[in-house]
């Protein structure tokens, strides 16, 4: 019964609310019988502290341990994985909580808080998550802090000073850790999963599917480049390219025969000819360099410019110039791209499994823009005259750019063709490529994102909104060339994004952007917050390998180990040494009083006139010195020994602020007559 | 064997002195179990945080350890700087319990929680605040008469976090007296008063007669004190009996003969106790010490002492 007094009251308070907020996170996005759990051992605990009632027995408790278990088995299907594992935990936190009796109880409880804190981080990674958990650090350290301290004059308040001063102290170390711990590979792959599905790019397009995009103003990647950016009508982030149209839907596809490490090239392995051939056509052009921080999608295709080359490491290089991930995207991903459009050059020659894909068509359907293309065909003998009759096509007669186009069914093409005539990129795009295979060039879709906003001059966000879909052609002797049939119809959708154009053009759609442009000063808040964000996913979720290697090469002009380690050594010691010197040799252990303040300010002074008191000299004593040094400043020394000595010895009143100024205006006076 | 080799490396480097002060050369310190689990739990989360990509995981990691680090530095200076001093002492009869007290001073800042004990008792917890002093008392048995010096005293403490133990044995150079076992006899090993003639009774006073009262000094037994008359509010005083011509007794170490010499000093301890307690003078008289006539309770100290010092160094 005594035993529960082993943890000091004073400390419990810390110790439940680090439980509560340790816990808070996983009760919000967990089931719900997890809250109610909690509560039940809140309450319990609450009325076991009023001795209301007694410590559940051994039999209650293994109940409750089973009872979870099972729960946490039936809402996740498992007990490991990080959701599932997660929750348990939780639970079993709370749990331990409940039986929570001798000092040893509360030190596992409190060391599995901080493992509860890092759960919490799996699911939550910004910059408020990340000041959160250092909230509940702060609770859970002052709670070991309450726990070690079981004075009974000891105050509540006290603990969180105490942590807060080691936190402190100890976040200069933190950092320095996080720079030069090296980063591994992971040691085996744990894919977080289960994460919902997000808005991006989906395997097919059927026009129609990416207007819902366009009204979603979230974030898809950003883009930091090294030297100067490409002009907004250069920026065209491929992702993916369809190359099969069955009708209504374009999807991905295979030249007929050909297997997946025959257009994917994952750096493992005697690299393929087309890739030789592209490392070749690079050479060494310039290009553009810069960094893709991507979030989550949980897809396996990233985007970059064409055509792009990395270090291939966790993602492969696909024959149609696409990035594609080892695993798809669940956490924020950086990599590096290196973009040379001039490599296209490596890709003229056309493998005839390949022209057959890119000719291919279903078999009926839309008679009259085959019929169309049919005549482009007879009337050109060149392939890039075809396109331009298609692109003068698209400029001549009255298309409109528009976000809400009506729905098109049956014949999609000809309905869009010669009938509505409204649309926006993909149906441009769809429409063109169908046009462009009916009349015999070898097309495809490409998908990806058009555009982006640069963000204080720094770099550049792609949002959903700027997700579009235009059309790449062979023509021999260029090998693939992109053409945008949308550019043809909206050409400032090109230069000024979807937001530009639509501002222009002063379609109502503006509303379906959340109405964004008509508050700028909303806008460049939410300029600054993704600001911020960028910055935290760039320095702290992206600070992996490479960027890792490249700090290390500017703070230490290399990566090798011995130099790594050495810095690591270094900055151990010197961090020791500072905070030793700080903690153990600091002069002002006890605080001292303003008016010891006072007095030692008048004995440095004396000092350094060479009027140097004993160790333990009193106030007398110093003015009696003076006085036998220097008569003539005697007097302005009994001032001061006067009301030093009034001040000091007249009983518990501390001396208020007007009297502290007399005593130093006395003390000042003192120093002026010993100049004299 | 290694248990010896320990004391003297200890003895050599940590001699007993009056007062010690905790520095770098005095104070142990290594991680308690719970800062192994702590420890562990860390590098959970580095490979948690390795495996997942995880950097905030992994920043979470760094926190603990530097926390972990830091610690080590609070922990060790929440004994540095503090000083103990030996204090009083209260003897005991062989086989019973002494205490000896021991004065904690905490010089320039506070140092909270302090565990301390020796041998196996129940550790002692105190906190000193700065330029405070603070006595704690600790048993110490005693086996056999003489001077019995205390083991070494250890100090613990996981103030702050519990994550690490710092600890220091400190030796004081102190003692406990350790007063014979008394041993009843019939016979008072004693010269002088009436002959051989049988002491009276324990209880029972003796033969005196009732002289008068003086004022109260310190050392006076309290058995003569004029309880009836403070009482009264007439202030502390003392009777006076006058004493029997021949009652002066002389305690001889000597007229024990065919003993050893703790059987005899345990005789002696008896008889000084129970002329005590009859309010009877005595002197004693050991082989290599005397004392002199007297009574009371300072009398008797002094004569129990003189049994404890007998055969031990000055």
Known sequence: ?676 | MFKQAWQRWLERRLPRAAQVRLDQRRIFIFPSGYGFLYVLVAVLLFIGGINYENNLILGLCFVMLSLFVVTILHTYRNLSGLSLRAGASRSGFAGGQGALQVVLIAQRRAHRSLWLSWLDQPPQEISIEPGEESALWFNLPLPRRGRVTPPRLRVQSRYPLGLLRSWSLVALDQACRAWPRPQSTAQCPADGGDGHREVARAGQIGSEEFQGLRAYAPGDSLRQVDWKGYARGRGLHVKLFQEPANGRLWLRYQRLEGQGMEARLSVLCYWVLRLTRENRPFALELPDATLAPGQGDEHRQRALDLLARHGGPR
Not at chain 1, 81 to 87: K, M, S
Not at chain 1, 254 to 279: C, E, I, M, N, V
Request: charged letters at 20%; hydrophobic letters at 45%; proline letters at 6%.
């Open chain 1, 1 to 676: 019964m005594a035993r529960i007094y082993q943890i000091p009251s004073h400390a419990r308070t810390w110790l439940t609310l680090g439980i509560v907020a340790a816990s808070l996170p996983q009760l919000l996005r967990g089931p719900l019988w997890q809250a109610a759990l909690l509560l039940l051992v809140l309450g319990w605990r609450a009325l076991i502290e009023r001795q209301r009632l007694a410590s559940p027995g051994r039999l209650v408790r293994l109940a409750l341990l089973v009872a979870t278990v099972a729960a946490t088995w039936r809402s996740f299907g498992r007990l490991h994985g990080p959701e599932a594992g997660t929750a348990l935990i939780t639970s079993l936190f709370a749990l331990k909580y409940l039986e929570l009796v001798s000092k040893r109880d509360a030190y596992v409880l409190i060391v599995l808080g901080y493992f509860v804190c890092a759960t919490v981080l799996l699911f939550y990674r910004g910059p408020g998550a990340a000041l959160y958990v250092s909230g509940c650090l702060l609770l859970l350290t002052a709670s070991l802090a309450g726990i070690n301290y079981s004075d009974t004059h000891a105050r509540r308040r006290q603990h969180v000073r105490t942590a807060a001063v080691l936190l402190g102290q100890a976040l200069p170390l933190a950092v320095v850790l996080f720079i030069l711990v090296p980063r591994v590979a992971p040691m085996w792959s744990m894919p977080l999963g289960g994460g919902q599905a997000r808005t991006g790019m989906s395997d097919t397009m059927s026009p129609g599917q990416v207007s819902s995009l366009t009204e979603s103003s979230a974030l898809a990647f950003r883009v930091e480049f090294q030297g100067p950016p490409p002009p907004p009508r250069e920026r065209y982030w491929r992702g993916l390219t369809y190359s099969y149209f069955d009708g209504t839907t374009w999807s991905q596809a295979r030249p007929r025969g050909w297997r997946d490490r025959d257009t994917l090239y994952r750096g493992r392995g005697a690299a393929p000819p087309w890739y030789q051939s592209l490392l070749a056509a690079r050479g060494d052009a310039a290009g553009y360099r810069y960094r893709v921080i991507m979030e989550p999608s949980q897809r396996r295709w990233l985007y970059a410019l064409a055509v792009p080359f990395t270090d291939l490491d966790g993602m492969g290089l696909a024959r149609d110039w696409r990035l594609v991930a080892d695993h798809a995207v669940d956490t924020a991903l950086g990599y590096r791209v290196h973009s040379v459009p001039a490599a296209r050059a490596g890709a003229l020659t056309l493998e005839q499994a390949e022209r057959d894909l890119m000719l291919s068509l279903p078999e009926g359907g839309n008679p009259r823009a085959r019929a169309l293309a049919e005549q482009w065909r007879r009337q050109y003998r060149d392939n890039s005259a075809r396109v331009n009759a298609a692109l003068g096509y698209f400029r001549q007669r009255p298309f409109h750019y528009t976000l809400q186009p009506p729905r098109l069914s049956g014949d999609t093409v000809d309905g869009f063709l010669f009938g509505t005539r409204r649309g926006f990129c993909e149906h441009y795009a769809s429409a063109f490529t169908f046009l462009m295979r009916a009349a015999g060039v070898p097309a495809r879709v490409v998908a990806g994102y058009q555009g982006g906003e640069m963000n204080a001059g720094e770099y550049l966000q792609v949002r959903q909104y700027d997700a579009h879909a235009w059309a790449e052609v062979w023509l021999s002797g260029q090998g693939w060339v992109r053409v945008d049939p949308t550019g043809a119809v909206a050409p400032e959708r090109v230069e000024l994004g979807l937001r530009g154009a639509l501002q222009r053009a002063g379609d109502g759609a503006d509303a379906a952007l959340g109405g964004i442009g008509r508050l700028p000063l909303l806008f460049q808040l939410r300029q600054w917050v993704d600001y911020l964000d960028f910055n935290w996913q760039k320095w702290v979720l992206g600070y992996r390998q490479d960027q890792q290697r490249a700090l290390w090469q500017r703070l230490l002009g290399g990566v090798s180990p011995w130099r790594v380690g050495l810095a690591l050594m270094v900055s151990l010691a010197v961090f020791a040494a500072v905070l030793g010197a700080w903690v153990l040799l600091r002069r002002r252990d006890r605080p001292i009083t303003p008016l010891q303040r006072e007095f030692h300010r008048l004995r440095r002074a004396l000092a350094r006139r060479d009027l140097t008191a004993p160790a333990a000299a009193s106030a007398a004593e110093l003015a009696a010195l003076v006085s036998r040094a220097r008569p003539t400043a005697a007097r302005a020394a009994g001032h001061w020994r006067c009301l030093f000595e009034q001040l000091a010895y007249r009983g518990e009143q501390p001396p208020a602020r007007a009297e502290l100024a007399a005593l130093a205006r006395r003390r000042r006076a003192l120093l002026r007559a010993l100049r004299r």
